[in-house]
T-cell receptor
Framework: QQQVKQSPQSLIVQKGGISIINCAYE??????FPWYQQFPGKGPALLIA???DVSEKKEGRFTISFNKSAKQFSLHIMDSQPGDSATYFC??????????????WGAGTKLIIKP | DGGITQSPKYLFRKEGQNVTLSCEQN?????MYWYRQDPGQGLRLIYY???????QKGDIAEGYSVSREKKESFPLTVTSAQKNPTAFYLC?????????????FGQGTRLTVV
């Protein structure tokens, strides 16, 4: 119930196309859903995040779509560029009673944008 | 400028040796984490610490040890008991209690057993 399932494992998209990465979860106690971007040899960095009270959040070419009833959320990258080639991780955050919290990570998607 | 510093970037270890990976942060974050990343794999939690002098095991703690004597520092020791230590190790920190909490990661340490 603590898992976040991410798909696909890898994705190849032509330059200018739309990249879509999907995540699904079971635990309805999750209350924050970030996406992280990781370039080879580097640590992940926060890209965009959403809370479950909104269905969509857009920042530039990056959009999170959130479907609370289906317990799914996805990352859309519009006009994909070679510089977007990276590994993308979805995550879900759950708070505990003592104000601490835990981030549960998806397995990651390796995205390659072909010029 | 603020951030997380991991050292060294590359580390080679002989079989049977213990090695210690350094992680230092100047973000004044209470919580720190160690993750292991294998090729094509996600992030697996090794240990985490929410406060100084306290830490908890993550999903894959066997063969690893940590200490948290200072808020800024959370070193990870990979012991000889870790059967397959070759991996990319990431340290992260977060501010506890916040609602929108961003995890800040270091640049990672790539450990290779030779």
């Amino acid at each position: 119930q603590q898992q976040v399932k991410q798909s696909p494992q890898s994705l190849i998209v032509q330059k200018g196309g739309i990249s879509i990465i999907n995540c699904a979860y079971e635990n309805t106690a999750f209350d924050y859903f970030p996406w992280y971007q990781q370039f080879p040899g580097k640590g992940p960095a926060l890209l965009i995040a959403i809370r479950p009270d909104v269905s969509e959040k857009k920042e530039g070419r990056f959009t999170i779509s959130f479907n609370k009833s289906a317990k799914q959320f996805s990352l859309h990258i519009m006009d994909s560029q070679p510089g977007d080639s990276a590994t993308y991780f979805c995550a879900a955050l759950i708070h505990s009673m003592d104000s601490n919290y835990q981030l549960i990570w998806g397995a990651g998607t390796k995205l390659i944008i072909k010029p | 400028d603020g951030g997380i510093t991991q050292s060294p970037k590359y580390l080679f270890r002989k079989e049977g040796q213990n090695v210690t990976l350094s992680c230092e942060q100047n973000l004044n974050h209470d919580a720190m984490y160690w993750y292991r990343q294998d090729p094509g794999q996600g992030l697996r939690l090794i240990y985490y610490s929410q406060i100084v002098n306290d830490f908890q095991k993550g999903d894959i703690a066997e063969g690893y040890s940590v200490s948290r004597e200072k808020k800024e520092s959370f070193p990870l020791t990979v012991t000889s008991a870790q059967k397959n230590p070759t991996a990319f190790y990431l340290c992260a920190s977060t501010a506890t209690g916040a609602l929108n909490t961003e995890a800040f990661f270091g640049q990672g340490t790539r450990l290779t057993v030779v």
